[in-house]
Every structure is written in structure tokens, then in C-alpha cells.
């Protein structure tokens, strides 16, 4: 499979603090271009999601669970859907490419386990990648790769408005 994004103008690359909340979201290069108008978005940032992996098909990213938890201690369920939208998304958008977005129309999760410490790593694989939807299986695991949980988002792609 492959995405329909192409390689952006280079004088369209992102600077200053984009560039640096880029960088920090562990965003190859190649995707600045793409990613200049928006960044990783507030949230994204907020929650501590680092990517490490960055394609339609495969997509990967950590968050810690520090600072995402419920008031009993463990990941908040929440958190697992916001890694679980963030990952099915881009792909999404990263499939749609230019002039074109991605809009999630469906969510949604079980969770299997709790997790009180370390990172959670989340990995969205495409189950279909069409013209107009995608959709994404998300399994986000704890450092002993032990399912934590399960999420499936489904994208409408539709042209940007002006």
C-alpha cells in the first residue's frame, strides 16, 4: 500500500516553535511540510504523544502514563482513545494527502487491562484504505507488550474546504 501524499515545497517547511513541536512529537522530516499549518495539534502536545513510526498503513506512537491518569491511579480510559484517535487520524491523513482531510465519524474501545507507570505504545494498521473512508484497528500495549487495549476509528475523507 502506499499514501497519496507528495513531497512538499521545502520553502513550505515549518520553523520556530512549530518546528520545534515537531521535532518533539518525533515527526520525521519528510512530513514538516505537510504538518506546517497545523502541527501535532494542542492536545497531542498535552497528552505527551511521540511518534515513532509514520505511515497510512503503520502507524506508531508512546505516551506516558504519567499525567494521563484517573483518579484511581491507572491510564485514563480517555487517554487510550485520544492515543487511539490521534494514531488512526493521521494515517488517515496521511492516505487522504494534499488538499484533501480526514474527519473521524467513528470510535471506538475496549480496554483489557489497567497500567499505573511507564509509557503506552499504541499501534494503528489500516483495515481498509479507500477513496473516501479509512479505517483503523488501534492496539495500544504497556512496556511488557501486554494488550491494554483495543480501538477501531473510522475517517471520511472529503477535498478542504476553502
Known sequence: MTDNRTRPDP???????????????????????????HGVG????????????MSA???????PVEGNQQVAGILHGGAHVVLAETLGSFA???HAGPGRQAVGIEVGATHHR???SGLVTGTATAIHLG????THEVVMTDQE????ST???????????P
Open 11 to 37: 520553502l513550505d517547511e515549518p520553523s520556530g516553535e512549530r518546528l520545534a513541536e515537531l521535532l518533539a512529537a518525533g515527526v520525521p522530516a519528510e512530513l514538516h511540510g505537510l504538518l506546517r499549518r
Open 114 to 116: 489497567g497500567v499505573a
Open 92 to 94: 488517515a491523513s496521511l
Open 57 to 63: 498503513e503503520r502507524m506508531v506512537a508512546t505516551m
Open 145 to 148: 507488550g501486554r494488550r491494554l
Open 42 to 53: 494542542a492536545l497531542t502536545v498535552k497528552m505527551g504523544i511521540v511518534f515513532s513510526e
Open 151 to 161: 480501538a477501531r476509528i473510522t475517517n471520511l475523507i472529503r477535498d478542504e474546504r
Open 131 to 134: 477513496r473516501t473512508l479509512t
